[in-house]
């Protein structure tokens, strides 16, 4: 099983988590941390460490908010280590997704949430312009 951990700049990533726990209950081995104003880089990154630590899994999925951010930074740095990885986007479709193919290699698990992730962002407006356009023809 791939342990997960959401990191965001303040309270997002927490949020995200009890989002998902409405949707597929309460989860083993899935953490969110939030990067709260003033707290240093050093302390996040122990924060990440304790809970790799603490999951004791092979292999851990760091997905964070945003690319070149605090949270990247201190998470990317875990990337040594080659049974982690970090994904920046964090969204909801992707932690959704993260859960059901937790059983998958790090690698391929990789794959799918990132697809997740972009799939997720849709144009509804686009989309029912599309629709109707087929619907005419």
């Not at 965001?8 to 989860?27: C, D, N, R, T, W």
């Not at 122990?46 to 997905?63: D, R, S």
């Not at 990885?85 to 969204?91: K, S």
């Amino acid at each position: 099983m791939v342990g997960i951990i959401a990191i965001s700049h303040g309270p997002f990533s927490k949020a995200l988590i009890k989002s998902v726990e409405m949707v597929y209950g309460k989860q083993d081995k899935v953490e969110a941390l939030s990067l709260e104003p003033g707290e240093s880089m050093e302390n996040l990154k122990n924060n990440i460490n304790e809970i790799i630590e603490e999951f004791k899994v092979n292999e851990v999925l760091i997905m964070v908010d945003l690319l070149g951010g605090t949270p990247y930074n201190a998470s990317s740095i875990e990337m040594e280590n080659s049974n982690i990885n970090v994904i920046t986007g964090l969204n909801m479709p992707m932690i959704l997704e993260a859960l059901l193919f937790r059983n998958e290699t790090l690698e391929k698990m990789s794959l799918i949430v990132t697809e997740a992730g972009k799939s997720g962002i849709v144009n509804v407006a686009e989309r029912l312009h599309n629709l109707n356009r087929f619907k005419d023809n």
